[in-house]
């Protein structure tokens, strides 16, 4: 797209916004200056992400002529139109001018950084996925002199190291993460033991396999939060080669605190939230739901179309196998007419079918793991995510709003407790008490209001981050509809083959000709 735009194609106006905003060493716009100017415009939020999203090249820049075609898309959206690349195909006119504002104006884009509004994190998918890739391997081996324990291979391709991790590593991990940021999306861990009534349906091999996929899922949505990823708890768990990694977290712990201790707008994040927060919240909480929902419906059906591919896979191998037991029965054929069988020929033949069929259920099988690895866990990843917003909500809501409910409870009866012994005077001593008591009380209710708001201004941020996450509908699409193809042209290729070779068995059976499929 970068040939579609050029110099002479758009107003003097993209001409003079891009000299307003761009760097002051080269001609690229900073990826956060050109998202600012995007809140210029009165376009919805999911607009201005898919204007983004068409123009980002996940460097944090902006080329002159990436800016150009967004400047074009953010005309073209306040015409109404929805934002495409396609609108600037064969555009014969002059790009539309969008409504901006004057460039003078828009010059102090470029020196907001340190007063910007710290709510605001302007991320995209792109740049949340290129944080890291983390893989978890099983080790072979069960090390330990009595009691055998699974163990796993860790890798960063962030930080190019391998180490080797226990779940109860993951475990203190997870713990000291929620004790670190309580007001945040932290994943859940999946259980370390298969529950009661599981291994019914499913063998302890199973869940240990299952348990890795999710024990990566974790690590994953943890290396590309924007906060964690820079945390020294989890670099300390993606790196640390020593031979007692828990001491060190908690070590790592102790020196860092909570979040609320150590962010710089722990007591000010209430000039940043919006009038109508809790409208928002709500808002949010209700639409991610929905969308959790709709998600956990996508992702069973997807679970069932790969496990019918397993038993697929099943049923061609027996069809195989059954088709070879009956071209190995040597048994003579009775002469019963003066007619010749030509079943003694043609039972070597139907043996040789049996080859085509293995190889359909070794592809049936190709197609079961690629529905799981590349559809099924894609869906599980977000899932974990959405999931652990809702976790994160009722969090808030049981924890941080309880509290501070009790603690004005608290603080009323003391109140009462006060007004009564100044009514009926008793001693001074206990006055002086109740006194203190109630200033500690008013103290803290100070604290857990600041807390509350922290904690409405991490959940705001959080839901940022899950609707960043929501282009991932198109690449979890895409991989289903690439599985499907390529399944598909696999195994018709292998239906062809044994559909020629059919054909060849039934003429060369003394001129027998195939019979039809369906009754004419």
Known sequence: MEGDIN????????????????????????????????????????????????????????????????????????QGKSPSPKLLDNFLQEFPKPQLGEPKELQSLKFQLAQENPLMLFLTLAELLSKDTIKVELIPE?????????????????????????????????????????????????????????????????????????LSRFLNLVARHPFFSEDELVKTFLTFNGSD?????????????????????????????PADIQVQFSSSREL???????????????????????????????????????GSNESPVPVLTS?????????????????????LSEKAVEQGRREVDDVVEKFNLFLDLLQSYRDLCERHEKGVLQEHQRALQKYGIM????????????????????????VQQENAIQAMELRNYFSLFCLHQESQIIFTYLPITSHILGAFVDSQVQGHKEMGEVWQDLHSKVKSVFKNSNGLQSPPLSPK
């Open 7 to 78: 110099e002479g194609s758009v107003p003097s106006y993209y001409r003079e916004v891009h000299q307003a905003i761009c760097c002051r060493n080269d001609e690229r716009v900073q990826i956060n200056v050109f998202q600012r100017l995007l809140n210029r415009t009165v376009l919805s939020v999911t607009v201005q992400n898919q204007i983004t999203e068409h123009v980002n090249s996940g460097d944090g820049f902006l080329s002159k002529v990436s800016l150009y075609k967004g400047l074009a898309l953010i005309a073209f959206a306040q």
């Open 142 to 214: 069960k090390k330990g002199l009595f009691l055998k324990h699974v163990e796993y291979q860790v890798t960063s391709e962030r930080f190019k190291v391998s180490v080797y991790r226990r779940y109860s590593d993951f475990y203190v991990f997870h713990e000291l993460l929620l004790q670190r940021y309580a007001y945040r999306v932290v994943p859940a861990l999946p259980p370390k033991r298969v529950l009661k009534g599981v291994l019914t349906s499913m063998s302890e091999q199973e869940f240990i396999k299952g348990r890795r996929r999710a």
């Open 245 to 273: 990694v828990q001491t060190k977290l908690r070590d790592a712990w102790k020196k860092l605190g909570d979040e609320f201790m150590t962010c710089k707008h722990a007591t000010k994040v209430k000039d940043y939230l």
């Open 339 to 359: 007619f010749k069988s030509p079943w003694s020929a043609l039972r070597h033949s139907v043996k040789g079918l049996s080859v085509e069929f293995a190889l």
């Open 288 to 326: 991610i739901r929905n969308i959790h929902n709709s998600f956990q419906k996508l992702r069973d059906r997807a679970e069932r179309m790969a496990e019918r591919s397993m038993e697929n896979a099943i049923d061609l191998q027996m069809f195989g196998k059954e088709l070879s037991s009956l």
């Open 415 to 438: 109140k009462r407790q006060m007004l009564s012994s100044t009514v009926q005077p008793k001693e001074q001593l206990s006055v002086e008490q109740l006194e203190s008591r109630i």
